[in-house]
């Protein structure tokens, strides 16, 4: 069975920090890795999809790592901003009929 | 590309009472889902249709939630009766196809509240 965990649950940095959130997974058979953002009261979108033949992803300011073998992928962001806030979940398919999530990072930026 | 497109996006209901969220998928995606997200969890998934067949409704609380996809489109979810845990966003998502690599896209969701 395949279990996704996101640790930390939260996290408050003050703009421009650089920080890393991370995502861990037990089934290390997976097609593929998404990281997601949601906004409070909306849903979600999806930032960066990682194929298992991958070892990372770019958009932006945005880095997302996977290691299959250990079961782990981070998320990288660069220079925060106030706009980053949001709860940053992951995701792997599972079973060809689902995905599993985390239950997310809520990330905070100060200004 | 027009997004998922969800209603209601809020509804407040009493327990035992009865209630019904409506999903449009973007254009040619056969593959539509619906997942639960309770505050502060992940999303979960409820059932997965292909086209206007059932995939898979394993997590679906079949005593009290139903949902269809008649035409192949637009797909509905209901609740009878609601209970006090219900109370979550329903996200509908859809994608091109059923495969593991798919890539989903979700719509804002509606989030219900039951007292």
């Known amino acids: 069975k395949q279990e996704v965990t996101q640790i930390p649950a939260a996290l408050s940095v003050p703009e421009g920090e650089n920080l890393v959130l991370n995502c861990s997974f037990t089934?290390?058979?997976?097609?593929?890795l998404q990281w997601f953002r949601q906004d409070p009261g909306k849903g979600l979108t999806s930032l960066l999809l990682?194929?298992?033949?991958?070892r990372e992803q770019t958009s932006g300011r945005l880095n997302a790592s996977l290691d299959k073998s250990s079961g782990r992928s981070t998320l990288y962001i660069a220079a925060s901003q106030p706009g980053d806030s949001a709860t940053y979940l992951c995701a792997v398919p599972y079973n060809n009929n689902d995905m599993r999530f985390g239950a997310g990072t809520r990330l905070t930026v100060k200004p | 590309e027009a997004g998922v497109a969800q209603s209601p996006r809020y509804k407040i209901i009493e327990k035992r009472q009865s209630v019904a969220f409506w999903c449009n998928p973007i254009s040619g995606h056969a593959t539509l889902y619906w997942y639960q997200q309770i505050l502060g969890q992940g999303p979960k998934l409820l059932i997965q249709?292909?086209?206007?067949?059932?995939?898979?409704d394993s997590q679906l609380p079949k005593d009290r939630f139903s949902a269809e996809r008649l035409k192949g489109v637009d797909s509905t979810l209901k609740i009878q009766p609601a209970k006090l845990e219900d109370s979550a966003v329903y996200l509908c998502a859809s994608s091109l196809a059923l495969q593991g690599a798919n890539v989903l896209t979700f719509g804002a969701g509606s989030r219900l509240t039951v007292l």
């Open positions: 249709f292909q086209n206007n067949g059932v995939v898979d």
């Open positions: 990682i194929q298992s033949s991958q």
């Open positions: 089934d290390s058979a997976i097609y593929n």
